[in-house]
């Protein structure tokens, strides 16, 4: 399976993952000029927007640490854009978060950054 292959199955197992635990998955990769957001959900009342990242082991460091500051800024951009896309006003909360894959354990870091203003 290509990586693009596997990419997809663990962002269906991150949604799965989602839902059993009682959030919505509003979107899935959703893209701008600015960039691509991988999960867009509601849980606890907040929108959160979600990277995945997968890796079969920790060998090569931690998947949630490949969300670095540069990163981190692509998806509040990104974030931005979908929030006046869709007319989302600024007083609901929101949340970035982080979902972990190694092998097959699944960790879901809620406010795992804060937002990055420009």
């Not at 060998?59 to 989302?88: F, S, W």
């Not at 007083?91 to 870091?109: A, K, L, M, N, Q």
């Amino acid at each position: 399976m290509n990586t693009r292959g596997i990419g997809t199955k663990k962002e269906d197992a991150a949604a799965r993952y989602i839902k059993e635990r009682g959030g919505t998955v509003r979107e899935r990769n959703f893209r701008s000029r600015m960039g691509e957001i991988d999960i867009i959900a509601k849980d606890e009342g907040a929108v959160c927007f979600i990277e995945v990242k997968y890796r079969k082991s920790d060998r090569k460091g931690h998947p949630a640490e490949a969300v670095n500051a540069r990163k981190q800024n692509t998806i509040c951009r990104t974030a931005d854009y979908y929030r006046m896309k869709h007319g989302l006003p600024e007083d609901i909360p929101y949340r970035f978060d982080v979902i972990s894959i190694i092998g097959d354990e699944i960790t879901w870091y809620k406010n795992a950054f804060q937002y990055v203003p420009l």
